[in-house]
């Protein structure tokens, strides 16, 4: 299937996986642009700008397949070394990157002068609008429905996407809520020229979580997702669990007097144990509402193949209805 986005990050079929901390490593990247996507790593994981240079090296020793690396700015004090970040990047030839989180113009020359294509990921048409004027080369546009931080509009993508659609003219894939052809069908039909995947990609065969997390992902219902940190204005998707219960009822009983110290417990510096031990009660961790559409756990090929499949049938059975 070729579209805008197969066409521009030059890959097999219209699917990328997200940036997800703790789960976006080599060996996830690399399973997915084996596959026929766009595997990213994600940046941030890595401590420094010398990690992320070694786990690119050790995607591409993976893989010959385009893959890219996401970049998250941070509304922090102590930001991280985004130069250096920066650098590792064009020197390792990456030729792909996911930007997200705060404006990415002030690295978008560097990124630029080296060929290399950015998407960034907006939760609204305004902020797909400004990544346009910027020069990004596409979005990703993140539904009400997605894992991590939707922002605080709450637009599902049923509405955001056709709404990007009349107002973009870059590319744009869907993201939040994708899981299978049906998602991607859809996405193509409100406009979108691929879709994003992130939950999903976390229950498969290669990625580099514990079980635990992807057995957690497999039980779970599209009912048992939680919104976080409402209070403060930096809403996050996560699922459910003591510490996202614990987290909430503070959240209840401390009403508008509510800090990030309060819940820092809850939130901070949670993810390597429970990507890593498989500690599920740690605290709080993104997952999207589509953890009610995963039934199985999958190699990042079948899933792929499934996908690709049952979309050209659901396509093949509506050209059929036009004809009929």
Known sequence: MKTAITEMFGIEHPIIQGGMHYVGLAEMAAAVSNAGGLGIITGLTQKTPADLANEIARCRDM???????NLTFLPTVN???YPGYVRAI???????????????????P???????????????VRHALKAQSIGCDAVSVDGFECGGHPGEDDVPNFILLPRAADELEIPFVSSGGMA??????????????GMNMGTRFIATQEAPVHDNVKQAILAASELDTRLVMRPLRNTERVLT???????????????????????IEEVAGVYPSIMREGEMDRGAWSC????????????CGELIDRIMQQASDIIDRMDGLRRA
Do not use: W
């Open 63 to 69: 893989t010959d397949k385009p893959f890219g690396v």
């Open 79 to 81: 930001a991280p070394d």
């Open 90 to 108: 064009v020197e390792g030839g990456v030729k792909v990157v996911e930007t997200a989180g705060n404006n990415p113009q002030a690295v978008l």
């Open 110 to 124: 560097h990124l630029k002068d080296a060929g290399i294509r950015v998407i960034h990921k907006c939760t609204s």
């Open 180 to 193: 299978d052809g049906r998602s991607l069908v859809a996405s193509l039909a409100f406009g979108a020229a």
């Open 241 to 263: 669990n003591d510490a996202v219960e614990r987290l909430l009822e503070k959240e209840r009983a401390l009403g508008a007097d509510l800090k990030f110290e309060d819940i």
């Open 288 to 299: 999207g509402m589509v953890a009610g559409l995963v039934y199985d756990i999958p190699t």
